[in-house]
């Protein structure tokens, strides 16, 4: 029990310059809390960053699957081409063989108009194919529109944190300033 007295006197000497030092610790509060603004701000950029460059690498790809998808309708409209001359390598093969003429009316008139949906096939499938490059293409253009958010939000990230931070820097020490002046301490002034 004996150190119960000095600890007594300890405490006493430290409530003494406990006014002084809230205006300390409230200085320091502020700048601790600038420095987590500046941190969530630092880590709002890299989001965006990263973001940003999601956002490219999608429109890249959304541009190469639209030229993928011209690649493969023209693939599938030469197929079209090919089996309508097939038909109408059948059909003329048939009526040579069953001792028609291929120039005579009827003969003709199938042969017209196997060849237009052989044509209307092609013609089909080159469109499908412009239709999902178009489709693509969109993908692209709103991607790209997603990065230049994302560089927006950048700039904003970083404006906004430095005013933040700035903000509750000097509202910590004009508080801390308040705190010293009521505890009778005088803050130097040049």
Request: charged share 20%; aromatic share 2%; no cysteine.
């Amino acid at each position: 029990m004996a150190f119960v007295a000095p600890a007594l006197m300890a405490l006493g000497a430290t409530a003494g310059t406990a006014a002084s030092a809230a205006g300390t610790l409230g200085g320091i509060g502020s700048v601790l809390g600038a420095a987590g603004t500046a941190l969530g701000a630092v880590s709002k950029f890299q989001s965006a960053k990263f973001d940003e460059r999601m956002a490219d690498r999608q429109a890249l790809i959304h541009q190469q699957n639209a030229q993928l998808a011209r690649q493969q309708a023209a693939s599938q409209a030469k197929q079209a081409q090919r089996r309508g001359r097939l038909r109408l390598g059948a059909i003329r093969a048939a009526a040579g063989a069953s001792g028609g003429a291929t120039g005579t009316g009827s003969v003709v008139d199938i042969l017209g108009d196997v060849a237009a949906q052989g044509e209307l096939e092609r013609q089909n499938e080159i469109f499908k194919g412009e239709l999902a490059a178009r489709g693509e293409l969109l993908g692209a253009q709103a991607s790209r529109a997603e990065k230049d958010l994302a560089g927006r939000r950048k700039g904003f990230a970083v404006a906004g944190g430095v005013l933040q931070a700035s903000s509750e820097l000097a509202g910590g020490l004009s508080r801390a300033g308040r705190r010293a002046e009521r505890s009778g301490l005088t803050l130097a002034r040049t």
